[in-house]
């Protein structure tokens, strides 16, 4: 069985605090993003703000991954990594941002256009958008994990898009990664159900739908996931704690 173990009133503390050095990162590269700017400096401009606010980098090492954010452009879904690439006019990009603050972690992620983006991605992106909004109503003591993956599966669906199953949310707290596993999705666990939320868990809610098949494969570089049929996907993400009256959350200023 899962076991989600609350946080206390100092670790949530922590947590509030990694998720504000998150949000106040993830406006800075809302700023910067622009086209002919490299995805190679909003990482730096990034690992350079988390620093200075006395965080660390949460993806920087983790598992070998060698930058201090995600950037995902167009058809790459998650865990892009940072490098020379210009933004051009009418990318989507998505930027995913961990960060620790004594001891304790916050995640959250954003899916941006650069210039002006096509019809279609604008509607993929403010979808993506709404499906963690209509995930987020859900939370409350005692919802449970399917309740999530339920409310954003709706919403994609009613909107033509794939919800990607490859890759879900997660429990959050001195582990950028703990239990439990919170898929987007309702057929995950056994029986359609998943856990309960005790008051205190903290979650990372994660929508990544896609404008084609839900289907994703990762390049050779060994960590961008990519949509299988080349078309583009949305990310947005917030760190929640689960409380009797809803969800508080933790990544925002």
Not at 1 to 20: C, E, S
Not at 85 to 95: A, F, H, T
Not at 142 to 170: C, M, N, P, W
Not at 195 to 204: D, R
Request: aromatic share 6%.
């Amino acid at each position: 069985m899962t076991r989600i173990v609350p946080k206390t009133p100092a670790q949530l503390a922590k947590m509030r605090r990694a998720g504000q050095i998150v949000a106040e990162v993830l406006e800075l590269v809302r700023l910067e993003a622009r086209p002919w700017v490299t995805t190679q400096k909003l990482d730096r401009i990034s690992e350079e703000l988390i620093v200075a606010r006395g965080g660390t980098p949460a993806f920087k090492g983790y598992r070998g991954y060698p930058a201090a954010i995600c950037t995902s452009v167009n058809e790459q879904v998650v865990h892009g990594i940072p490098g020379p690439r210009e933004l051009q006019e009418g990318d989507v990009l998505s930027v995913d941002v961990g960060v620790f603050f004594d001891g304790y972690a916050g995640d959250a992620a954003i899916t941006l256009e650069i210039g002006e983006c096509s019809p279609e991605a604008r509607r993929l992106i403010e979808c993506t958008r709404r499906s963690l909004d209509a995930a987020l109503q859900v939370v409350k003591t005692g919802a449970l994990v399917s309740d999530i993956g339920r409310a954003v599966q709706e919403t994609a669906r009613s909107a033509g898009f794939a919800v990607v199953r490859k890759y879900t949310g997660h429990g959050i707290g001195s582990a950028i990664h703990e239990p439990p596993q919170v898929p987007n999705f309702v057929s995950y666990w056994p029986g359609g159900s998943g856990p309960e939320l005790p008051c205190g868990a903290t979650i990372a809610i994660e929508p990544m739908l896609n404008a084609g098949t839900h289907r994703v494969e990762v390049l050779a570089d060994g960590w961008t996931v990519v949509t299988k049929d080349g078309k583009l996907s949305a990310h947005f993400e917030h760190t929640v704690s689960v409380e009797d009256y809803g969800p508080v959350i933790l990544t925002t200023l």
